[in-house]
């Protein structure tokens, strides 16, 4: 059985290039969601005027791991306290945010926001959004699996890269072979 999730953490690219890697995640899609605009392009989105958050939308397999595991890579893997920003991407299109699919979901990452929060772990308080999931708009072709098909283009070299050879070393455990 699949079950899926969806998070904002800055740019799709770099969010789509880690979940891809784990174990039990079947497709991750990058797209759109929690803005008012049918059907949004890309340039749209990043003008700020649609309300979306540039978004990975995961299927999973809960009895390879669980949703739980997914919030601990997303929170470990983007700065949660940066209000529509992460490093230099900055517009409320790059919020962190769960668009959660069930009030299982909703209770798990209020949970663990809360437990993040209080433990001290960040210096400033967590801003992660946490709103149910209304529609989700894929982006166009050529943001799928975009790290993976533009290696060398720079966004990829400088700043995806990094943070998936992190991410690798930080999860080892979960990832496909």
Aim: hydrophobic residues 30%.
């Amino acid at each position: 059985m699949k079950e899926t999730a969806t998070f904002g953490a800055g740019c799709f690219w770099c969010v789509e290039a880690i979940f891809t890697e784990l174990k039990g995640v079947h497709k991750v899609t990058s797209g759109y969601t929690g803005g008012q605009t049918e059907n949004p392009t890309y340039k749209a989105v990043c003008n700020g005027t649609t309300g979306h958050a540039e978004v990975a939308q995961i299927e999973f397999d809960p009895e390879v791991i669980s949703f739980t595991e997914l919030l601990e890579v997303f929170w470990k893997t983007h700065d949660p306290t940066t209000l529509n920003q992460q490093g230099a991407d900055k517009g409320t299109q790059y919020r962190s945010a769960v668009f959660y699919h069930s009030e299982e979901q909703k209770a798990l990452a209020e949970k663990y926001k809360k437990k993040l929060d209080e433990s001290g772990a960040y210096p400033n308080p967590i801003v992660t959004e946490i709103t149910r999931f209304e529609k989700f708009y894929p982006a166009e072709d050529y943001h799928q699996e975009y790290y993976e098909n533009n290696p060398n283009a720079g966004y990829c070299t400088y700043v995806i890269q990094p943070k998936v050879e992190k991410f690798r070393e930080v999860f080892a455990d979960k990832l496909k072979n």
